[in-house]
């Protein structure tokens, strides 16, 4: 579970930054490297970091079972 995190966390500091150069010089990377947004590879690039953003809203909501040992309870 751990290394999915991290894996998707990466994924989304991806996804973040590309977004970043979309915004910024409207320069799509992903788009670049996969052969333009209609691309097979690179739609599939944008669900994939679409999924990994899905994934980090569970696991952020998802209650943290080691809070009570550190509130002593």
Known sequence: MKTLNL???VLLI???LNWGL???FQFDLVAALFGGQDALAARLVYVVVG???LWQV???ARP???ADLL???
Do not use: I, K, M
């Open 7 to 9: 894996v998707t966390l």
């Open 14 to 16: 991806v996804g973040g």
């Open 22 to 24: 979309v915004g910024a």
């Open 51 to 53: 999924l990994s953003a």
């Open 58 to 60: 569970v696991a952020l």
């Open 64 to 66: 943290d079972p080691r």
């Open 71 to 73: 509130r002593g309870a």
